[in-house]
């Protein structure tokens, strides 16, 4: 497959997961030749400043720049709204660790940093951190104000509506549902964790690394 070819298949998913999103996602800008960005706009709420929750970042833009070897070289983000963010750097570039693929649609990586931004537990790894002050003001207020994180649980509800072939049991054929999550809270830090349903075991904080039993 040709960049131009992925890059024109990346553009109708994100319209789609803008399509999707009940008007939440806004394509202001797409790739053109000469110009592999796009900008979106996610009307999803988030921190702007250390004074979250008491104000609020109601929305935010990004650019996201394809690779020059797009897919095979990761994308870069940078959110251009006010944000303060453990893994965001202080010029607003997005850190996303090592969590590209290849073979993963734009539309999933979009999902990806909008529940990021909107500091889903599962995606807060206090082991990769972009801005230092920001880890340290989250842990603290993590611990003051725990019904304000994540920051805003529509980010978290975000699906996407994958080809019914990506779909599929690799045995049997039959559509695969997405699966179902519930917010369980760590009884150590206070940090809500989003896990699938119907599970029972032992989970580890992302937040404070504590081991503890829970049941979905």
């Known amino acids: ?3 131009a070819t992925r890059r024109e298949i990346d553009i109708e998913r994100i319209r789609a997961l803008a399509s999707a999103s009940g008007g939440r996602i806004g394509i202001v800008t797409l790739p053109v030749a000469g110009r592999p960005r796009f900008v979106l706009d996610l009307g999803y709420a988030t921190a702007g400043s250390s004074d979250y929750p008491d104000a609020r ?3 935010s833009r990004i650019v996201i720049d394809l690779a020059p070897r797009h897919p095979f070289q990761p994308p870069v983000t940078t959110v251009l709204t006010p944000i303060f963010h453990p893994h965001v750097f202080v010029s607003g570039v997005v ?4 969590k590209w693929a290849p073979g993963e649609g734009l539309d999933l990586f979009v999902k990806r940093v909008v ?3 909107a500091y889903d ?3 807060m790894n206090p082991h990769s951190i972009a801005n230092a002050a920001a880890n340290v003001w989250y842990r603290l207020a993590l611990r ?3 019904e304000a994180f994540p920051t805003d649980a529509a980010a978290l509800a975000l699906t996407i509506d994958a080809p019914t072939a990506d779909r599929r049991h690799a045995a049997g054929g039959e559509a695969q549902a ?4 519930v917010i369980r809270h760590c009884p150590g830090c206070h940090a809500a964790l989003r896990l699938p349903t ?3 075991g032992t989970v580890r904080c992302p937040t404070c690394g504590r081991d503890f039993e829970a049941s979905t």
């Open 95 to 98: 850190c996303i660790g090592a």
């Open 198 to 200: 119907g599970r029972s």
């Open 144 to 146: 003051s104000h725990p």
């Open 115 to 117: 529940q990021l931004l």
């Open 1 to 3: 497959m040709t960049t």
């Open 57 to 59: 970042q109601p929305s």
């Open 178 to 181: 997405p699966a179902q999550r």
């Open 121 to 123: 537990p599962l995606l």
